[in-house]
């Protein structure tokens, strides 16, 4: 049973546009999301994150909102690049802080 | 300031060998984390590991699967009588302790099975 998913297994935009990404989760005691963007052959690298005290997190380009409610967050860019084409993992880390629980990626194409 | 190393970047094993992953974590952490990424899946947590001492192994299958984190050295995942199954990318990553929970990923190593 997945806890985090990730329903969109690629997305495609337009370079200069807004590229939208969503995550959806279970488990409501979650309080702690973060999205990491992997390159091909390359470890993820961490983008931003969100505590569940808040609602959105801004951080230049990108910005995470976080709705409680429907268990569902989701990254914004805007403008998209294309360098920004690269796989985007939604994650919640454990209540201890030593696990991080991945969805399944989303792949951003950003085309020219 | 060298992140996350791990070693080798490629490695095939053949039905039943032995493969050795090396994750050497970034200056001043001391928490390992190990990851594996199936073919079209995310990644999925093994192993929780400080110097000496395996804090969190609820992620390990049962099997064939070891981990260490020495006082001096890389951290290792050993994988036993390896079969096809196995074939995976696996990620490590380093903390620098409780007071800073963020990971760093190393870039994988990725293991072949034949």
């Known amino acids: 049973d997945q806890q985090v998913k990730q329903n969109s297994p690629s997305l495609s935009v337009q370079e200069g546009r807004i590229s939208i990404l969503n995550c959806d989760y279970t488990?409501?005691?979650?309080?702690?999301f973060l999205w990491y963007k992997k390159y091909p052959a390359e470890g993820p690298t961490f983008l931003i994150s969100?505590?569940?005290?808040?609602d959105k997190n801004e951080d230049g380009r990108f910005t995470v909102f976080l709705n409680k409610s429907a268990k569902h967050l989701s990254l914004h860019i805007v403008p998209s690049q294309p360098g920004d084409s690269a796989v985007y993992f939604c994650a919640t880390l454990n209540n201890a802080g030593n696990m991080l629980t991945f969805g399944g990626g989303t792949r951003l194409m950003v085309k020219p | 300031n060298a992140g996350v190393m791990q070693n080798p970047r490629h490695l095939v094993r053949r039905r039943g060998q032995e493969a050795r992953l090396r994750c050497s974590p970034m200056k001043g952490h001391s928490h390992v984390y190990w990851y594996r990424q199936l073919p079209e899946e995310g990644l999925k947590f093994m192993v929780y590991l400080q110097k000496e001492n395996i804090i969190d192994e609820s992620g390990m299958p049962k099997e064939r699967f070891s981990a260490e984190f020495p006082k001096e050295g890389p951290s290792i995942l050993r994988i036993q009588q390896v079969v096809r199954g196995d074939s995976a990318a696996y990620f490590c990553?380093?903390?620098?302790?409780?007071?800073?929970?963020?990971?760093?990923f190393g870039p994988g190593t990725r293991l072949t099975v034949l």
């Open positions: 990553a380093s903390s620098p302790g409780l007071e800073n929970l963020e990971q760093f």
């Open positions: 969100i505590s569940s005290i808040k």
């Open positions: 488990n409501s005691m979650f309080d702690y």
